[in-house]
C-alpha cells in the first residue's frame, strides 16, 4: 500500500505550473463540451443538412482548419507558444455564438449559419501546434505516458455527468432547443478559459521572430518551409509514426465524430436520450482504466503497444457495424475505450520521444496537417456512401486499415535508445 501511494504521489507531482493550468481549462472544456459532443451531428441534421452535406460541410471545415496549420505550426516554434494559445482560445469561443443563433424554422439558413461558425473556429485552431508543444515542453520525458492519459482522465471525471445533464435539458426543452443551451454554457466556458490562460501561462521557448515586416504572403511561404523541413529532417521511425496511422486516421475522425452518432440513432436501436447516457457511462469507465492504460506507456513498449492496439481494435469495429441495442453498442465502445486509452498515451509520448522540443510545434502542425487534407475528401465521400450506398461501408474498410497500419508500425518504427527531453 505504501509502495502504491508513493507511486501515486511521485504520477501527480509533474501535475504543477503550466501543466496544471492546462489541466484545470481542459476540466471546464470538458464539462462544457460533454454536453454537446454526443449531439453535435443530430443537431445540425435537425436545422436542415442530410448526411451528404454534413459530409460537404466538414470538409469544408478542415479545408479552412489546413490554412490555420500551416502559419500555426510555424508561430508555434518561431512566436512562442502563449501568446496564441491565449488570443486564439477566445476567438475560437466567438464561433459558438453562430451555433446558438441558427435558426430552425422552414427554409431558414440553420446549417448554413452554422456552417460560417465552423470555418470560423476552424481559422481560430491554429493555436494546436502551440497548445501540442507546450503540452510536452510540460511533461518530463519519463512521466509523459501518464501525463498524456492525465488529460483524458482528470477532465473526464469532472464531465461524467455532462452528456446526461445534455439529455435532461432535450427533455425538458425539445431537442434544439435543449442543445442550444448546452452551447450557451460551452460560450461562457471559453471566456473563463481565455482568461485563466491569459493570467497563468508561461512561455515555454525563447521566441525567435524574423527580423522585418512579415506578410501573409512570406509568412506562408517560411511556415510551409518550415513544414517541409520539419518532414524531411524527421528520423524513418519518426516519418512511420506520422505516417502510417493516416490510412485510417482520416476516415476515422470523420466517421466516429459526424456519422457514428447518426448510425447509433438510425441503425442500432439507440434514442438520442440512451445515446447521452451511453457517453457518461463511457466517461465513467475512462476513470477505471485511463490512468492504468497511460502508466503501461511508461513502464512497457510504447511501440508495442501500439501495434496491439490496432491489431485489436479491428474486429471489434466490425463487430459494431451490427450491434444491436444498448447492451452490445456499449460493450463494444467501451472495449474500444480501452484500446484508444493505450493508443492515445502511446502515440503522443512516442511522437515526443522521437521529435526534438524545437521542432514539436512544427512535427505537430505538419501532422495534423496531412490529416486533415487526407479528410477533406473523405468527408463528403462518407456521407454520400452513408445516405446512397451502405452506411456499414466505413467499419470495414477502418478494420482493414488498422491492420495493415498495425504492420507498418510493426516493421518500421524503432523506439530511441535516449528521449528527446
Known amino acids: ?37 454526443p449531439y453535435e451531428p443530430l443537431y445540425i441534421r435537425s436545422l436542415g443538412a442530410t448526411p451528404t452535406v454534413l459530409g460537404l460541410m466538414g470538409a469544408a471545415s478542415m479545408a479552412t482548419f489546413c490554412l490555420s496549420l500551416i502559419p500555426g505550426s510555424y508561430v508555434a516554434d518561431r512566436y512562442g507558444r502563449r501568446r496564441v494559445i491565449v488570443v486564439m482560445t477566445f476567438v475560437l469561443g466567438l464561433s459558438y455564438v453562430f451555433y446558438i443563433m441558427a435558426p430552425d424554422w422552414p427554409y431558414s439558413p440553420g446549417w448554413q449559419l452554422i456552417l460560417a ?37 482528470i477532465p473526464s471525471a469532472f464531465a461524467i455527468a455532462s452528456p446526461t ?38 512561455e515555454t521557448v525563447s521566441p525567435a521572430k524574423p527580423t522585418g515586416k512579415m506578410s501573409i504572403t512570406r509568412l506562408y511561404a517560411e511556415s510551409i518551409k518550415d513544414v517541409v523541413g520539419a518532414l524531411r529532417n524527421a528520423s524513418r521511425s519518426l516519418k512511420a509514426l506520422m505516417l502510417a496511422p493516416l490510412l485510417a486516421m482520416p476516415l476515422s475522425q470523420v466517421f466516429w465524430g459526424t456519422f ?36 503501461l506507456a511508461d513502464r512497457l513498449s510504447r511501440k508495442k503497444l501500439l501495434v496491439v492496439r490496432y491489431v485489436a481494435v479491428a474486429p471489434i469495429v466490425s463487430f459494431l457495424a451490427f450491434a444491436n441495442g444498448f447492451v452490445q453498442v456499449l ?17 503522443r509520448a512516442l511522437l515526443a520521444d522521437l521529435t526534438p522540443r524545437g521542432m514539436r510545434g512544427r512535427v505537430s502542425g505538419a501532422r495534423s ?18 445516405e446512397n450506398i451502405d452506411p456499414r ?7 482493414a486499415m488498422s491492420l495493415i497500419i498495425a504492420i507498418a508500425l510493426a516493421g518500421l518504427v524503432e523506439e530511441p535508445g535516449e528521449r528527446e527531453p
Do not use: Q
Request: charge should be positive; hydrophobic fraction near 55%.
Open 1 to 37: 500500500m505504501r509502495k502504491v501511494l508513493k507511486g501515486l504521489k511521485e504520477d501527480l507531482s509533474i501535475i504543477k505550473g503550466n501543466f496544471l493550468v492546462l489541466l484545470v481549462t481542459w476540466i471546464i472544456f470538458r464539462m462544457a463540451y460533454g454536453l454537446i459532443t
Open 117 to 153: 461558425g465552423m470555418l470560423f473556429a476552424s481559422l481560430a485552431r491554429l493555436y494546436g501546434p502551440a497548445l501540442d508543444a507546450m503540452t510536452a515542453d510540460s511533461l518530463p520525458p519519463d512521466k509523459r505516458g501518464v501525463g498524456y492519459a492525465m488529460t483524458i482522465v
Open 393 to 399: 461501408l466505413p467499419f470495414y474498410v477502418i478494420s
Open 165 to 202: 445533464v445534455a439529455a435532461m435539458l432535450i427533455a425538458e426543452f425539445g431537442f434544439i432547443e435543449g442543445v442550444r443551451l448546452a452551447y450557451v454554457v460551452v460560450f461562457l466556458s471559453f471566456l473563463l478559459v481565455s482568461a485563466i490562460r491569459f493570467f497563468f501561462l508561461r
Open 260 to 295: 457514428f452518432p447518426l448510425f447509433v440513432v438510425d441503425f442500432s436501436g439507440i434514442t438520442e436520450e440512451e445515446w447521452g447516457t451511453m457517453n457518461s457511462t463511457r466517461l465513467a469507465f475512462s476513470l477505471l482504466v485511463c490512468l492504468p492504460m497511460g502508466k
Open 331 to 347: 460493450a463494444a465502445l467501451l472495449l474500444m475505450d480501452l484500446l484508444s486509452y493505450v493508443g492515445s498515451s502511446a502515440m
Open 369 to 386: 496537417l496531412l490529416l486533415n487534407l487526407l479528410s477533406i475528401p473523405t468527408a463528403p465521400l462518407t456521407g454520400f456512401i452513408y
